[in-house]
């Protein structure tokens, strides 16, 4: 915000300058009706750049179009002086008389963000601004009589009467001028094209008139420099000044067009969301409303930090694209959904939040459908890893049945052949045998029943979840503390799941972590069952390493849960597995 | 029997195994001259020791033990080798007569008397 009294301050000193002005014009020059003419032209001009501007500035305080415009308001008037027909004056007007249109250049390339867009837009406003002061500068410093200046007073900065020099001077700095004012128009094209046509409505006017006053402006330099016609070089600068007076006004026509487009785009928005039978997609109707066909419109959903889009596929938002910008539709404080939409949309601030606001009263369909489609995607995932985690499984258990139980009984029938040949002839022989065929009886029952523990635990069926998970704490290398289990059974399906969480955890613990502790949190909150495993180990476990953590993912998300592991480096690892749970 | 002792390279990833077999084959007058836990392990051993028999296991961490077969068949002057595994003949099909081998002895059935029976 501009505080009241600078831009009362800016105003009184415009007002200042003007009546300076028109009070000097009035007392040097002959003729009244000359000096009439000539401050009405200046004031209309000079005033209407400076309210433009002052009520830009007070619109937008950051943005440099309101004072790029009051500057070459004032810069007008000074340049004004240039009438008068008194050496002082005239002096410093015949000096500045070019700087407004180093400023109007400025303020057309920096429009509407007031920053200038481009590297070759930054060469080609410094190279104005140095044109119009140094250019007029050195061309004053050699110059005794301007051209067409009838009763000219004294130039004070003469050093020497040099007019061949001086008009050597006028002539690069014209040219020089005129090669600008063609680049800033090419700029300007430039701009046009690269605008979304939401952002057209809003430039078209200042663009316009401004592209137009430059190219009035570069005829009449290159015909002053060329001909002679003085009727023909007053009809061009008349046109030129007029278009130039036009710049202010069009910059408050772009301004009332730009938001009636806003208002326009954001009023059909919520027609076209209203329309609630023939309506096509929200997305479409936002594109429409914001002009960017490319736009796209994600949801977040409900139930977890994950972005989709309309047909469930998770997306991500860091990798949105180059030249695309996010806008987050909220409701009740909460993200909702974001448009990805072109970057230079960004400048419009007020269409993106009220058309954000539009789409969150009507996005609740769309996101609950996404929603709904990411989570049947899900469930087709979670169902086909299940079934190739049921056959690695059961490769798994062949493998274990083959290398362990199968060989110890092997052998096992071997010794006790090998003993029952020997039992006459040589008995020590055969008592050898059968102490070996003991000790390999006693592995293969061991190793059997580390298996069917594998398969599925029979004190968990037994005795329950408290039981299990104990004796799996009980057998873990690190020490485990168990924290008190819930009193009451859960179902079958829940426990068996929060078992395998803990014992596929705990085994992970031994492994890897690198632990000196663990502990194990199973509760049951507002109907889920939460089972949570905590090390203080290494971390840097998760669900994409590996085959464990994403069998278990699978699981858990079988019975419509959901496992979150947190497991930064150095910060040990917390698998956290929510599975719903109603009250039996 | 042989009046010379035959003698024997026992191939098999387990080391219950092999120990069990050592002892049944030297009981039954067997000479059994080298062990090898692996593929590779067991061509080498074949090559230097050059043992009448080659006892080998069809599972092996590293080669498939017909492919070991085969390798060791195509030498010259190559040792019998008869394929054991803890699996049943016919969960392999004729992949026992295409490797080179004399034939199979289930594990379970292993002694001296059905190794013969297949050397003739």
Known sequence: MIPRQVVWGVGAAAVALGATLAVTLFATLDSREEAAAATVALLLVGGSFVVAGLHAWRRRPGNRVGPLMIATGFSWLVAGFVEAREPLPFSIGYVAGALPFAFVVHLLLAYPTGRLRSRLARVVVVAAYVVTTVGSLSVSLFVREVDGLDDQPRNLLLVADEPGLADALETAATLTGVALVLLATGLLARRWLAATPVERRGLAPLLGTGALFLAALAVTLTADQLSGDSLALGILGAIAMLLFLAVPYAYLIGLLGSRASRATAVGELVQRLSEAGSRGSLRDAIAAALGDPELDLVFRRPDRDEWVDAGGRRVSLARAGLGRAITPIARDGETIGAIVHHRGLTEERELLANTAAAAALALDNDRLAAALRARVAELQESRANIVSCGLSERRRLERDLHDGAQQRLVALSLQVNLAADKLHDDPATAATLLDRARDELRHALEELRELARGIHPAILTDHGLDAAVGALAGRSPVPVQVRPLPSERLPSPVEAVAYFVVAESLTNVAKYARARQAEVRVERADGRAIVEVRDDGVGGASVERGTGLRGLADRVEALDGHLNIRSEPGEGTIVRAEIPCASS | ?120
């Open chain 2, 1 to 120: 029997m042989a009046t010379a002792a035959t003698t024997v390279l026992i191939v098999d990833d387990h080391p219950s195994f092999r120990a069990t077999a050592r002892l049944l084959l030297e009981v039954e007058g067997y000479d059994v001259i080298g062990e090898a836990e692996d593929g590779e392990k067991a061509i080498v051993a074949a090559g230097e020791l050059r043992p009448d028999l080659v006892l080998l296991d069809v599972n092996l961490p590293d080669i498939d033990g017909f492919a070991v077969a085969r390798r060791i068949t195509g030498e010259e002057a190559a040792p019998a080798v008869i394929l054991t595994s803890s699996r049943d003949s016919s969960d392999f099909g004729t992949a026992v007569t295409r490797s080179g081998a004399r034939g199979f002895i289930s594990k379970a059935d292993l002694s001296g008397a059905s190794l013969a029976e297949l050397l003739g």
